[in-house]
């Protein structure tokens, strides 16, 4: 090859770097997904509220409503959910039920009067995204704390949004009609990000002891849940039959299910399901048939396509050097000494 000479690449040397940058696309892709499986959760804001429970979905909803003075923290002294998912534009009414409170932004942005007026309400629309948190002002030391979190805003304090996250928090679960009558359901928590996570059996739902809580809940593939008996006879009955409980009224009784696949798993308690004692898992994205039961961590769809991006980029940008390597393995050999 004479100095004038265009550079030859190897057809292997090719190969050699579409490998590293496929590579360094799946390292990039690994750690999109990582940070994005963080679970912030405003652990620090609720680290002393004891009914703080995750972030319960209402998006889809133009108005929810909290209720003010439910029993947590010792007393009257919650609000109810603690924490809320809602779109931009939502308007959120808090509704007294017990004691004496108020309603009043941690960042002085609004802040109610404070009564112990039975029914009264405060209301106040969240147009922007972003997380508000508020207190009630007497009992706020005493864990009488919630939030707001609207549109796809990260609930762990930073600045940036993963809109992919939010948009796995808060998608919508069609349960059927699965729930219609179950007067503790409350829309799906979010418990993703937590390797096991908790349900307890027998709380106060639909006329007694008849209630699983949370009644819906959202996990990562992999996760175990476990149900806890905290009072009454009940049994945990999956109603596609996959798995089934003994029926025990043992206060502390535990019983665990690992779910591997994506999808929606629907359950009951087999004496009160006409009453309404009814639960669902719903886990990762509620599509089912998404993984299997292996554990391997393969990439979710997100980083496939982050995936198929980058080896477009890549091949785009090395596709004239594979073509020089092509004709420069296919010339005839130099009669050079």
């Known amino acids: 090859m004479t100095p004038s000479d265009p550079p030859t690449v190897s057809r292997r040397r090719v190969l050699r770097t579409t490998a590293a940058a496929g590579a360094a696309a799946?390292?990039?892709?690994?750690?999109?997904?990582?940070?994005?499986?963080?679970?912030?959760?405003?652990?620090?804001?609720?680290?002393?509220?004891?009914?703080?429970?995750?972030?319960?979905?209402?998006?889809g909803q133009?108005?929810?409503?909290?209720?003010?003075?439910?029993?947590?923290?010792?007393?009257?002294?919650?609000?109810?959910?603690?924490?809320?998912?809602?779109?931009?534009?939502?308007?959120?009414t808090w509704k007294w039920v017990n004691g004496s409170h108020n309603v009043a932004a941690d960042d002085g942005s609004f802040e109610s009067e404070l009564t112990n007026e039975s029914g009264f309400t405060f209301t106040q629309t969240f147009e922007e995204t972003g997380v508000t948190r508020y207190a009630c002002t007497p009992h706020k030391t005493m864990g009488m704390k919630g939030a707001v979190v609207v549109g796809?805003?990260?609930?762990?304090?930073?600045?940036?949004?993963?809109?992919?996250s939010a948009e796995s928090s808060s998608q919508q679960v069609d349960f059927g009609?699965?729930?219609?009558?179950?007067?503790?359901?409350?829309?799906?928590?979010?418990?993703?990000?937590?390797s096991e996570a908790t349900i307890e059996v027998g709380v106060d739902a639909n006329g007694g002891p008849y209630g699983f809580g949370p009644?819906?809940?959202?996990?990562?593939?992999?996760t175990t849940v476990t149900w806890k008996w905290v009072n009454g006879t009940h049994n945990v009955v999956a109603?596609?039959?996959?798995?089934?409980?003994?029926?025990?009224?043992?206060?502390?009784?535990?019983?665990?299910?690992?779910?591997?696949?994506?999808?929606?798993?629907?359950?009951?308690?087999?004496?009160?399901?006409?009453?309404g004692m009814k639960g669902a898992v719903v886990v990762g994205s509620g599509a089912s048939g998404g993984s299997d039961s292996s554990g391997g961590g393969g990439f979710s769809a997100s980083d496939a396509g982050v995936l198929a991006f980058a080896g477009a980029l890549v091949g785009g940008l090395l596709s004239p050097f594979a073509l020089r390597a092509t004709k420069s393995d296919s010339s005839p050999p130099s009669n050079r000494r």
């Open 62 to 92: 133009s108005e929810v409503t909290v209720e003010v003075g439910v029993d947590a923290n010792g007393g009257s002294y919650g609000f109810g959910p603690a924490a809320i998912r809602v779109d931009p534009g939502t308007t959120v």
């Open 26 to 59: 799946a390292t990039g892709a690994a750690f999109s997904g990582a940070a994005l499986a963080q679970d912030g959760g405003l652990e620090s804001w609720f680290s002393n509220t004891s009914n703080f429970d995750g972030v319960v979905d209402k998006t």
């Open 177 to 194: 009609g699965w729930f219609e009558g179950v007067s503790n359901f409350d829309g799906v928590v979010d418990k993703t990000g937590q």
């Open 215 to 222: 009644a819906a809940i959202r996990v990562d593939p992999g």
């Open 152 to 164: 796809d805003a990260e609930v762990g304090g930073g600045n940036s949004s993963s809109s992919e």
């Open 239 to 275: 109603d596609d039959g996959s798995f089934e409980s003994e029926l025990t009224n043992e206060s502390g009784f535990t019983f665990t299910q690992t779910f591997d696949s994506e999808g929606v798993s629907k359950y009951y308690c087999n004496p009160h399901k006409t009453m």
